[in-house]
Structures are given as structure tokens and as C-alpha cells.
């Protein structure tokens, strides 16, 4: 599935490739909460880094967040004249590029379920739906972007 973005100003468009398309993965850390999440979270999905192709790369800017003190490796691109997150990156995974669902343009398809991650850095004012489509992870989930994807296409 191709997927095209953007930020809000209109300076930076981009689009990808994804074989993962469901924003279903809500990231409650610190760092995803105050860099793109006004809900208390934020959802990225995850696309092909050699698809991808972007207009306006001189309006992109990166931000590496600390950790311990020390910047992350983690790159998370934005634009410079809006502040809209569009994408995150990492040189461990070369072959992929993790843009916010919020940035994308190109309809969606609807989740059948949400995964709830990083929940130990949840602001508590952040209420986490409870039920049976909705799994709770105090850290990182069992399962990558794309196993879960696997498991929705042979419903197991």
C-alpha cells in the first residue's frame, strides 16, 4: 500500500510504501507523549526507508531525544516552519521508516484492535481503554509491527 503525508504547514510531503498500514500501536512514553502525542500517546505505523520519497527536505529537522542523559540514536523527523512530527528512524533498522499516523494523508484502515504500549510512562491523567480489543504492555509489546500484522492477515 502506498502511503503519502504530510505536515501541516504543507512544506514537507512524502510518501512510502507499507505492507503494514493498521494504526493500531499507541506509544505512551515520555518522549512520544511530548514530541506528537496530545492524547497522552502516539501511533506510528511503518514503511519501506527505499520507497520513500520526499518533497521539501529542506524543511525537515531532527530531533534526538535524551535518554540517560544521552541523545537516543532514534532520529524523529519534523518540520521546521509547523512542528508536525512526521516520521521516526533508526540506523539499527535501515530498511525502515516509522512515520506518525497523524502525518499520513491516504486513508487508513481501521484496527481491530489497539496495542497499548509503554504504559510504566503513561501521564496518569491518560485513561487506557480496558477490553478485549484493547492489550496493555507496561514496556514494549511481544510482538513487532509486523508480526502483529501477520497474525490479522491468517487470523491467529
Known amino acids: ?5 504530510s505536515c501541516h504547514c504543507g ?11 493498521y494504526p493500531y500501536q499507541k506509544c505512551y512514553c ?5 514530541t506528537q502525542g496530545g492524547g497522552g500517546y ?5 514503511g519501506w ?3 520513500m520519497q520526499v518533497d521539501g527536505e529542506d ?7 535524551l535518554q540517560d542523559g544521552k541523545p537516543s540514536e532514534v532520529e524523529r523527523r519534523f518540520c521546521s516552519k509547523c512542528g508536525s512530527a512526521l516520521w521516526v528512524y533508526h540506523d539499527k533498522w535501515p530498511d525502515l521508516v516509522h512515520p506518525f499516523a497523524s502525518a499520513i494523508d491516504t486513508p487508513l484502515p481501521k484496527a481491530p ?3 497499548h504500549m509503554m504504559l510504566d510512562y503513561k501521564a496518569d491523567w491518560v485513561d487506557v481503554p480496558d477490553g478485549p480489543d484493547q492489550d496493555r504492555f507496561d514496556g514494549y509489546p511481544d510482538k513487532s509491527i509486523e508480526v502483529w500484522h501477520e497474525k490479522q ?3 491467529g
Do not use: Q, W
Open 11 to 21: 512544506a514537507v510531503k512524502f510518501s512510502l510504501e507499507t505492507n503494514t498500514p
Open 49 to 51: 526507508a527505499d520507497s
Open 30 to 34: 515520555s518522549i512520544c507523549r511530548k
Open 1 to 5: 500500500m502506498k502511503l503519502e503525508g
Open 42 to 46: 502516539a501511533i506510528n505505523i511503518m
Open 113 to 115: 484492535e489497539t496495542v
Open 153 to 155: 492477515e491468517t487470523g
Open 59 to 65: 524543511n525537515i529537522s531532527v530531533y534526538h531525544a
